[in-house]
């Protein structure tokens, strides 16, 4: 698909925007698994009615060294719920893999140096998650308009976006519309783009 038409314009903004949902979504996944991981192995041992400590500095060697494992397998690029994980690591040398790797993992470095250290270990997992979805976002948000070459593609764009916010002539300028659509296509992808802000990004 391209921005060639009105209508393949269209339906690129809707396939980018969902594709960054299913990313988003698969990364929550992925720590929503390890969470549960975490907590499952706190609990092993407890007694009925016993809560999971999260204070890693009191955990034993064996605790540690499991909940190490479930971090790195969660964030391995062959985790099922990773967005690579069709990429077969054996077909790349290991300076590829650690790029590739290091687009959705950064919070794993963060997460493993927090083990035998934090007395928060839970609340270190969600911050960590936390700047990695921001991380991601920011890359995503980079390859929004992939693609797009105002000379080629503008008018077409001018035109898709005119019908998906039913703007109004005379309250933007197109040639700041063609020339703004990457910030524009990326607040469109995050679901942030309204008429008004189109107005505005792109006012006469």
């Given amino acids: 698909m391209s921005w ?31 969470k549960a991981q975490v907590a499952e192995r706190l609990y092993r041992g407890l007694p009925d009615g016993g809560l999971p400590n ?5 955990w034993d060697a064996s605790t540690q060294s499991d909940i190490a494992s479930f971090v790195r397998q969660a964030y391995d690029m062959q985790n099922s719920m990773n967005p690579l994980k069709g990429i077969n690591p054996t077909k790349v040398d ?9 687009i959705y993992s950064t919070p794993r470095d963060t997460i493993l140096e ?4 934090s007395t ?11 700047e990695g979805m921001k991380h991601i976002s920011q890359l995503i948000a980079q390859t929004a308009a992939k693609g797009y070459t105002r000379a080629i593609h503008g008018d077409a764009v001018l035109a898709a976006m005119k019908k998906r916010y039913s703007l109004v002539d005379g309250k933007y300028d197109p040639s700041e519309l063609k020339r703004t659509f990457g910030q524009l296509a990326a607040l469109d992808m995050s679901g942030e783009l309204t008429t008004d802000v189109v107005y505005r990004i792109a006012r006469k």
Avoid: C, W
């Fill in 4 to 34: 060639d038409t009105q209508d393949n314009a269209i339906v690129e903004l809707d396939a980018r925007k969902s594709r960054r949902t299913s990313i988003l979504n698969s990364l929550d996944a992925i720590v929503g698994a390890l």
């Fill in 54 to 58: 999260y204070d890693s500095t009191t």
């Fill in 94 to 102: 290991q300076t590829t893999r650690d790029i590739l790797e290091g």
């Fill in 114 to 117: 927090a083990i035998g250290t």
């Fill in 120 to 130: 928060d270990f839970g609340g270190i997992v969600q911050s960590a998650h936390g």
